[in-house]
């Protein structure tokens, strides 16, 4: 099934619209879009209000006003450079337009001597004068509904203006057709929504400025109905993978039990919990989807060690993908030991790997020698086959493209899928990025584990700091040391990586370690592993620490110009400490003064550890779109919803769509058909091609 016809007239070109050329067709497609659709569905990010209509006599400097006058005098301009003004006069007065650089002939047919005129702009008071510099609008008294009491506003670029963009958008409201209502009919009428029409109709015909706020009544029924096609077509992604047959790994849980037996902690309840989701996904006949989401040092490693113990067990291998060489080696290493008391075989192979060494690898796993690999992109790469590739478990998952994780799964036959974060998600960016998943969390971190003493310290007081580090090494503590830079700048004061790593060296000696991104992987690989050994006593380095490097005897961690950071990202970089039973230590520095959001960043670090709080303040701090950066996060982008005003209608469209998705999956009820036609109006066309597709 195609697009509905219906819809035809919404996804045509503008220029189609009566009025509209090339050349505007280019303007507006720069600034809201090339179809009627984009125009009707961008909200106007603002209006003037012009329902002032007071006599010239009582006209207020400053202000916005409409006046209907009959044109007297023109003047010319008497020399160059010099404006052109007309006289025009109510019963009350009369005032000035003035214009520059306008031609005659043009004013004079626009303003005819002795007719009358509706104009509107910006009243200036002159020398006790009234007048108005280029009046926004001037129409004929026939012609007065096309000067709203409150114009809406339009985004704008080089060859469109206000007047030309409100008449294009007039012309493709014309387009816009009634169509059968998709929404549950106790939801509107609780919420008093129009239908979809009129609320676009509306949209575009405010009556006060509060109705082009995120928070009136069409803009959240719009936002909803964005919503909710989204979260339908996650739904019916969801649904349809939970239909799609799977394989079944069953195990008598002789490795797990020996990895559990062999453990070197007690594992958490959380991390036995999730263990027995994923057991239980692996166990059914559909296939799984599951997104792990581990606090910082919540032991989601371990999780992924007795998933793979029990697909190993069952007779299949296990791929886990890494954004990066330190971290693909550093799961390596971890799992080698973890799952060395069930016997397994670990290898990691990345793009450093050449000749007889992943020659080596790539029989190994051809021929089924390797039970779990840990690897980069070069996963899968040309060359890498699989004996049977049974689970495909994904770290970090923000740092790929879907298109990565869809190649990856097709090196196997119809494997298990488990994406890892340590990065706890807000709730709204769960639903939205990944809703299609099931989710587990580890909300508990491993026993013996100490909290972090945080402090916020000012710059004044480095010198200090550092006394304090070197008592501290003196007594044996290892030292992370992070700056926001690589090398020196003459434009940002910002402390280099480089240039502190030079100071501390004169202070400390010779075992101070330097990592930063822009060095080799096998130099920041060497370097992190030398940390980890104890040959340097502190590692200066840049966030490149964030993700990958683990030395958890490392016990204190200054973070520099912490102020500069956003929440999630000090989190991860404090997560670094605290990896023992061991007391640990982390020291926010910041420059003053701060700013009122800079300061209470820095507070939440030093109140709290959890990290699923921490998540949900960086949201209400920062936004959506700044939000592990908006590319990053994956976060869709929405034109009539906005994710921070309208949060809780986002956990509304989620239910609903889970509700249709459910009792009508292939959507051919009278509601689950005008529910199609709101897939293809937000173009969330991928919902019906997997319906169709089964």
């Known amino acids: 099934m195609a697009r509905p016809q219906i819809l035809f007239p919404l996804f045509a070109n503008v220029t189609t619209l009566y009025g509209v050329g090339d050349k505007i067709a280019q303007a507006l497609s720069r600034a809201m879009g090339d179809r009627v659709k984009d125009l009707v569905m961008t909200p106007p990010s603002g209006c003037i209000d012009r329902s002032a209509r007071p006599a010239i006599a009582d006209a207020i400097n400053g202000t916005v006003a409409t006046f209907t006058v009959t044109i007297g005098t023109h003047s010319p301009p008497s020399g160059r450079g010099r404006p052109y003004r007309i006289r025009v006069f ?83 409201l014309k387009s ?22 009129e609320s676009i109709q509306r949209l575009h015909a405010p009556q006060s400025k509060m109705e082009t706020a995120p928070d009136s009544l069409v803009r959240r029924r719009l936002a909803f109905d964005e919503l909710l096609a989204q979260q339908l077509a996650i739904a019916i992604v969801r649904e349809q993978n939970r239909a799609r047959s799977g394989r079944t790994f069953t195990a008598k849980g002789d490795y797990v039990a020996e990895v559990l037996a062999g453990a070197p902690f007690t594992p958490t309840g959380a991390q036995l919990r999730a263990f027995e989701d994923i057991k239980s996904d692996m166990g059914s006949q559909n296939r799984m989807a599951r997104l792990l989401q581990g606090d910082v040092g919540a032991g989601k490693t371990f999780v992924a060690a007795l998933a793979a113990a029990h697909v190993a067990e069952a007779g299949a291998q296990v791929a886990i993908m890494a954004p990066t060489e330190i971290l693909a080696r550093q799961h ?82 119809r494997p298990d899928i488990l994406v890892m974060t340590a990065t706890p998600i807000p709730r709204t960016l769960a639903l939205t990025s990944y809703g299609d998943l099931d989710v587990s969390r580890l909300d508990e971190k491993p026993a013996g584990r100490r909290p972090i003493d ?62 930063h991104g822009r060095m080799k992987a096998q130099e920041k690989t060497d370097i992190a592993e030398a940390f980890k050994r104890g040959d ?107 994710l921070d005003a309208h949060r809780s209608l986002l956990e509304i469209a989620a239910q609903q769509a889970r509700l249709i998705a459910a009792t009508d999956p292939q959507l051919t009820s009278p509601r689950g058909e005008a529910a199609r036609t709101l897939l293809y109006l937000f173009e969330q066309d991928r919902g019906v091609e997997i319906m169709r597709s089964g």
């Not at 108005?132 to 000067?147: N, S, T």
């Not at 520095?589 to 959890?610: A, C, F, H, Q, W």
Request: charged share 25%; glycine share 8%; proline share 5%.
């Open 454 to 515: 945080t402090r916020i310290v000012p710059m004044e007081r480095l010198d200090d700091l550092i006394d304090g580090v070197q008592r501290a090494v003196k007594d044996g503590a290892r030292v992370y040391w992070v700056c926001p830079l690589v090398e020196d700048s003459e434009l940002i004061d910002l402390s280099s990586v480089e240039d502190r790593h030079r100071q501390l060296t004169a202070i400390f000696g010779s075992r101070i370690g330097l990592l």
């Open 90 to 172: 109510d019963e009350s007065g009369d005032m000035e337009l003035v214009f520059f650089h306008s031609r005659g002939p043009f004013l004079q047919n626009l303003l005819p001597e002795g007719a009358q005129r509706i104009i509107s702009g910006k009243v200036e008071i002159y020398n006790g004068r009234a007048q108005m510099a280029h009046p926004d609008h001037v129409v004929a008294p026939k012609d007065a509904a096309l000067i709203p009491d409150i114009e809406p506003l339009y985004p704008l670029t080089v060859g469109l203006s206000q007047k030309v963009a409100a008449k294009a958008m007039r012309e493709a």
């Open 332 to 413: 390596a290493d971890s799992l080698k030991a973890l799952l060395a008391p069930a016997n397994l075989t670990v290898e990691a192979v990345t793009g450093r790997d050449k000749g007889k060494p992943r020659a080596a690898l790539a029989t190994g796993l051809r021929d089924g020698y390797i039970d779990v690999i840990c690897g980069t992109h070069a996963l899968f790469q040309d060359g890498v086959e699989f004996a049977d590739l049974g689970l495909v478990i994904i770290d970090e998952q923000h740092r790929f493209g879907v298109n990565d994780r869809m190649r990856l799964m097709e090196k196997g036959h």
């Open 536 to 642: 340097y006593d502190i590692l200066v380095a840049t966030t490149v620490i964030e993700v990958g490097v683990d030395a958890p005897d490392a016990t204190i961690i200054v973070i520099e110009h912490a102020e500069r950071f956003g929440l999630a990202q000090l989190h991860q970089l404090r997560g670094r400490v605290g990896r023992s039973d061991k007391p640990s230590s982390c020291f926010l520095l910041y420059k003053g003064p701060l700013s009122v959001s800079g300061k209470k960043r820095l507070e939440i670090m030093r109140e709290t550890e959890d990290g699923f709080v921490i998540a949900e303040q960086d949201w209400e701090l920062r936004g959506s779109g700044d939000l592990l950066g908006s590319k990053q996060s994956g976060l869709p982008a929405f034109k009539l919803a906005d």
């Open 176 to 197: 816009v057709p009634e169509l059968d209502e998709w929404l549950d009919p106790a939801l509107m009428e609780r919420e008093g929504w129009p239908r979809w029409a």
